[in-house]
């Protein structure tokens, strides 16, 4: 069966440090994988999705970038942390165009300081 | 641009009162409308797949309907486990295989 990991689940960093979230994906190759962030009152707000090694695409200009160096393996990180990154970010993965939705990852709360 | 509105944004209810979660959507040809389940501080868990109008699905006390606007979440005798907040979500036919999401519906249950 298909199952994702995200980790850290908590994270406390000071204004400036840099950041590096890890997710992976088991059990199914060639995965569609997506970073959101949901803040309170606003929903989920997608940052990045990835449907390919190396393949990258950004939805929203910011203080963020992702990488996927391995097929199942998606990375978020910042070189320099802003007060505003603090929130709940949340890894995902589909496949396929089927319609079968996503299937998400438990979570990271990050809180700048 | 797809859009997804859930409302109300917050309801509390007492335990077997029955109620439902509205999900207006816009969005150019509907390959499927999903709707989440998401406990505080935890990761949306699925809960159903609508593809076409008038199409139900059920789970314990959850029934999830679809019209070509819109879609219903029934919570038909709710406990306070059903305490959660539930996501709304539409995937296009066309274009990227991205969800467009709603800002959700927070449920309270009162014993």
């Known amino acids: 069966s298909q199952t994702i990991h995200q980790w850290p689940a908590t994270l406390v960093q000071p204004v400036g440090s840099p950041l590096s979230l890890e997710c992976t994906v088991e059990?199914?190759?060639?995965?569609?994988l997506y970073w959101y962030r949901q803040a309170a009152g606003r929903g989920l707000q997608l940052l990045f999705y990835s449907v390919g090694i190396g393949q990258i695409s950004s939805e929203v200009p910011q203080n963020l970038s992702a990488s996927r160096p391995q097929d199942r393996q998606f990375i978020l990180s910042s070189k320099k942390l802003l007060l505003s990154d603090s929130g709940f970010y949340l890894c995902?993965?589909?496949?396929?165009?089927?319609?079968?939705?996503?299937?998400f990852g438990s979570g990271t709360r990050l809180t700048v300081v | 641009e797809d859009q997804v509105t859930q409302s109300p944004e917050a309801l509390r209810l007492q335990e077997g009162e029955s109620s439902s979660l509205n999900c207006s959507y816009t969005v150019s040809g509907l390959r499927g409308l999903f709707w989440y389940r998401q406990d505080p501080g935890k990761g949306p868990e699925f809960l159903f797949t609508?593809?076409?109008a008038g199409e139900e699905k059920e789970k314990e006390r959850l029934k999830a309907t679809l019209t070509k606007k819109e879609s219903f979440l029934h919570i038909t005798a709710p406990k306070p486990e059903d305490s959660a907040t539930y996501l709304c979500?539409?995937?296009?036919?066309?274009?990227?295989?991205?969800?467009?999401f709603g800002k959700g519906n927070q449920v309270v249950v009162i014993p």
């Open positions: 059990g199914t190759s060639n995965p569609n």
């Open positions: 609508l593809y076409s």
């Open positions: 995902a993965w589909s496949v396929g165009r089927t319609g079968y939705g996503y299937t």
């Open positions: 979500a539409v995937q296009a036919l066309y274009g990227n295989n991205r969800l467009a």
